[in-house]
């Protein structure tokens, strides 16, 4: 369920227009017209896993203390991060207010610090208790029903941010019928430049039921793969850093904020520096010390 914290200076410039009377309505394409960062580089974070309390620790990892310090060097680059982009699983298990709390505080220097924060939910998320939660910070467009799909336009490439969440604390994800129907009208209008689609759960190719990632995958590349400006699905969920390719649209399954599945993997986030006709990928590990860390890939456009 994609939803945006707007950094401070929007914040306020919306609180005057409600003030005067306007109404609450956010525009895609603002986000990156209202930045102060370089509009090519982005911030790609999943699973942060955040507890009400911020001291809990699961799998020998403190999560709010993970998510502190992926903040602290947000904060740190320069230039800065046009947006920072959240691929569900902000909550621990279940989606509890008190867990968006705290979430919401570890995120606060960010947002007043003039970052966009964009967030859509996983598996451990819960749609009408993180609105709730975060009501006071969020601002939001929504053109479904059934689920929160949006569109972050910035000048070299579109990002289009989808709902996987089927069942809150269910590890399958599904995309459902009205919301791909919405996803390839919404890239039929946007052919003039790359589209990069965002979701949490991972794809699966074959047998879907046996699996405990993304239900409708085939029906999902059934939209993607002839849209040649379509060049790749980011994806969390699996705790795991990887890149593949589907029919040449690239895989990217980021690492966790949190905790890690399978020992010696690393957790932490990823740089996005987008340029024509590719992605710089850049890892950086919160053990600065995995051999991964600093890890610079970059990914070419499929043709087309």
Known sequence: MPLHIAPLSRRRFLAGSLA???SLLWLPSAWSAETSGDTDRWALLSDTHIAADPAKVQRGVNMADNLHRVADQLQALSPRPAGVLISGD?????GLAGDYATLSGLLEPLWKADLP?????????DRPVFRSALAERL???RPLESRQATVIESPRANWFVLDSLEAVNHTPGRLGAEQLAWLGRALDQRRDKPALVVAHHNPIFGQPARNMGLQDTNELFEVLVPRKHVKAYIFGHTHHWDLRQHEGIHLVNLPPVAY????GDPNGWVEARLADGSVQLELHALDAKHPANGQKLNLAW???
Do not use: E, Q, V, Y
Not at 90 to 94: P, R, W, Y
Not at 260 to 263: G, H, I, R, S, Y
């Open 117 to 125: 924060i964009h967030l859509t939910l996983g598996n451990h998320d």
């Open 90 to 94: 902000c909550a621990l298990n279940s």
């Open 302 to 304: 499929r043709a087309g």
């Open 20 to 22: 005067a009377g306007g």
């Open 139 to 141: 601002t939001d467009g």
């Open 260 to 263: 890690l599945f399978k020992a």
